[in-house]
């Protein structure tokens, strides 16, 4: 079976991007081959989204630290999976707490089947994983159950929304870091230390990657406004139709400007249909996209900073490609 696309990273020579195409290849089998069950409807639903696509990226940030180190350690493959499994978990359970219709172009498995049975997918994946997990160690059972600790307290403090006399601004940014970044953290981490890398790249690879995810994430936010059509990937406007507050809505909000009356007001709630544009308008010529912005850059420049202590290999030529990637798909 064909690997999925590896994430187009320039600078990356022929045959690190062959490494990791093989490496993906390994894991998509091995991925497939984990959700089996003897009941064949519980085989359909778990590889529903597996099916439905995606670039296993994270998959590919363990095989890509795992170069640091023997990339060809039997506990590599595994524990990409295993990243792999989680994250597909948390979006059976997202679509629940979301209603998506939609996911990766498919109906997602709450629209085709039922809520039940795609938060009882996702909790399959998990146990999946984790009977992968048993034979990899404690220590990356200890690192794992740290991350789904995090992943779940960013989905419930995100649910919560900030206490009172909690800035809005920094609680949004640390359930971005425990939400997105943390599992991409640990696709770095799992790499480096399943090949066995010096504890100084493991710590480096661990941080570097979770400000990448931060900055993903924020990336996204400011696609979702300044995109002018879905080629993206998002329909510009997703975020103010469903009434989030992304960073740069809540730098607006955050303002006291009685030039900024209207955009407040329109952003009090989810945006109607007929005030979209409008809001759109309005945030695209707003400082608060250059000031998210900057804290997107900020976040990347971090990750730089870690990684250009690494050895100097191919894959860290790859990595920092994929900082100046995270920076310019923001527009």
Same mark, same amino acid.
């Given at each position: 079976? &064909?690997?999925?696309?590896?994430?187009?990273?320039?600078?990356?020579?022929?045959?690190?991007?062959?490494?990791?195409?093989?490496?993906?290849?390994?894991?998509?089998?091995?991925?497939?081959?984990?959700?089996?069950?003897?009941?064949?409807?519980?085989?359909?639903?778990?590889?529903?989204?597996?099916?439905?696509?995606?670039?296993?990226?994270?998959?590919?940030?363990?095989?890509?630290? #795992?170069?640091?180190?023997?990339?060809?350690?039997?506990?590599?493959?595994?524990?990409?999976?295993?990243?792999? /499994?989680?994250?597909?978990?948390?979006?059976?359970?997202?679509?629940?707490?979301?209603?998506?219709?939609?996911?990766?172009?498919?109906?997602? %498995?709450?629209?085709?089947?039922?809520?039940?049975?795609?938060?009882?997918?996702?909790? !399959?994946?998990?146990?999946?994983?984790?009977?992968? /997990?048993?034979?990899?160690?404690?220590?990356?059972?200890?690192?794992?159950?740290?991350?789904?600790?995090?992943?779940?307290?960013?989905?419930?403090?995100?649910?919560?929304?900030?206490?009172?006399?909690?800035?809005?601004?920094?609680?949004?940014?640390?359930?971005? &870091?425990?939400?997105?970044?943390?599992?991409?953290?640990?696709?770095?981490?799992?790499?480096?230390?399943? %090949?066995?890398?010096?504890?100084?790249?493991?710590?480096?690879?661990?941080? #570097?990657?979770?400000?990448?995810?931060?900055?993903?994430?924020?990336?996204?936010?400011?696609?979702?406004?300044?995109?002018?059509?879905?080629?993206?990937?998002?329909?510009?406007?997703?975020?103010?139709?469903?009434?989030?507050?992304?960073?740069?809505?809540?730098?607006?909000?955050?303002?006291?400007?009685?030039?900024?009356?209207?955009?407040?007001?329109?952003?009090?709630?989810?945006?109607?249909?007929?005030?979209?544009?409008?809001?759109?308008?309005?945030?695209?010529?707003?400082?608060?996209?250059?000031?998210?912005?900057?804290?997107?850059?900020?976040?990347?420049?971090?990750?730089?900073?870690?990684?250009?202590?690494?050895?100097?290999?191919? %894959?860290?030529?790859? !990595?920092?490609?994929?900082?100046?990637?995270?920076?310019?798909?923001?527009?």
């Amino acid at each position: 079976m &064909a690997a999925p696309p590896v994430v187009d990273l320039p600078f990356v020579d022929e045959r690190l991007a062959q490494d990791l195409a093989d490496g993906l290849a390994e894991v998509e089998k091995l991925l497939r081959s984990s959700v089996e069950s003897r009941d064949s409807f519980v085989t359909e639903a778990s590889r529903h989204l597996i099916e439905a696509g995606g670039k296993r990226f994270r998959a590919m940030l363990v095989l890509l630290a #795992a170069q640091f180190g023997s990339s060809g350690a039997s506990g590599v493959v595994p524990g990409a999976v295993v990243i792999e /499994l989680t994250h597909l978990a948390t979006l059976y359970h997202d679509d629940v707490m979301d209603e998506a219709p939609v996911r990766r172009g498919s109906p997602s %498995a709450n629209a085709r089947w039922n809520n039940t049975v795609a938060i009882l997918t996702g909790d !399959y994946l998990f146990a999946q994983a984790s009977e992968i /997990l048993a034979d990899l160690g404690p220590e990356i059972i200890r690192i794992q159950a740290q991350t789904f600790s995090r992943l779940v307290r960013g989905q419930i403090r995100e649910t919560m929304g900030p206490r009172e006399g909690e800035d809005p601004i920094t609680h949004y940014i640390d359930v971005l &870091a425990d939400k997105t970044g943390s599992l991409i953290a640990t696709s770095g981490r799992f790499g480096a230390l399943l %090949a066995g890398a010096a504890p100084e790249v493991v710590d480096r690879l661990t941080r #570097a990657c979770e400000a990448i995810g931060v900055g993903w994430q924020l990336g996204d936010d400011l696609l979702d406004v300044a995109s002018e059509s879905a080629d993206s990937g998002k329909t510009p406007g997703t975020d103010l139709r469903e009434g989030v507050h992304t960073l740069p809505m809540l730098y607006v909000l955050a303002s006291e400007s009685p030039e900024d009356a209207r955009l407040r007001e329109l952003l009090a709630g989810p945006v109607a249909e007929e005030d979209v544009e409008e809001a759109l308008r309005l945030l695209r010529a707003h400082p608060a996209m250059d000031r998210a912005r900057a804290e997107l850059v900020s976040w990347v420049d971090r990750a730089r900073k870690d990684l250009s202590g690494l050895p100097d290999i191919p %894959a860290r030529a790859a !990595y920092l490609a994929l900082c100046d990637y995270v920076i310019e798909r923001s527009g």
